[in-house]
């Protein structure tokens, strides 16, 4: 990771832990949407912190899919791996999603929660999404390399290990050729700007197609 993306966390930790009390979840709904829900769980990188709805990269990619699925964003900023396995019964129970986009333990890599605690969290948010009878795409995330890197190593291989382990496609980095880019990330070194979703979204694309075909 570069310096830029280093720089700005001790303001940006309180901007995402605090963010979750003003940005609520949202549901993107356009006409002509296939019958293939999928219910994106997500903190402030899906939730568009610090930009518009519109603008972020879960609204683009249901506009790129707009005739195959119709997405239910329920990402949160400020959100943890233990906060969306509080809200994921909830949600499977009122949308009955096809596939759930789970985009969660970036917050807990940043407040250095247990790697162990992350990764059983992450297992179970899987396991309660195939019960319910739904695909699951698992969205990596990286920490910066202040983190140690024994910690941040461990922190990205929970992704590739549980995807191999539950048989579930992974994007490996979500943030990949946009983290550490100054003009495509906001002052705080974390967030993504609006230049930015689109690459997400290529990032994302792939695998998600590959699920609806």
């Known amino acids: 990771m570069s310096q830029i993306w280093l720089s ?17 979840g ?33 609204y683009l990619l249901q506009t790129e899919l707009r005739d195959e699925s119709d997405f239910i964003n329920a990402s949160v900023s400020g959100e943890t791996t233990a906060g969306g396995l509080q809200r994921l019964p909830a ?8 596939i759930v986009v789970i985009e969660l333990g970036g917050n807990d890599g940043l407040r250095g929660y247990p790697i162990l605690s992350i990764r059983k969290n992450l297992q179970e948010l ?10 699951v ?3 990596g995330m990286k920490i910066p390399p202040n983190y140690g890197k024994r910690y941040t190593e461990a922190f990205e291989q929970n992704y590739t290990q549980l995807a191999k382990q539950n048989a579930v496609p992974l994007v490996p980095f979500l943030l990949s050729s946009v983290a550490g ?18 690459l997400i979204v290529q990032n994302v694309l792939p695998a998600l197609r590959e699920m609806l075909d």
Not at 91 to 98: G, M, V
């Open 8 to 24: 700005g966390f001790k303001s940006s930790y309180l901007a995402i832990v605090f963010g979750g009390l003003i940005s609520l």
């Open 26 to 58: 949202f549901s993107v709904n356009l006409a002509n949407a296939a019958d293939t829900k999928v219910l994106v769980l997500g903190d402030s990188i899906s939730a568009a912190y610090g930009i518009e709805q519109q603008q972020g990269w879960v």
């Open 91 to 98: 949600l499977l129970k009122e949308h009955h999603p096809n």
């Open 126 to 135: 899987i396991t309660l999404s195939i019960d319910a009878g739904a695909e």
């Open 137 to 139: 795409l698992l969205l």
């Open 181 to 198: 880019v100054p003009k495509l990330m906001q002052s705080d070194g974390i967030h993504p700007t609006a230049d930015a979703q689109p």
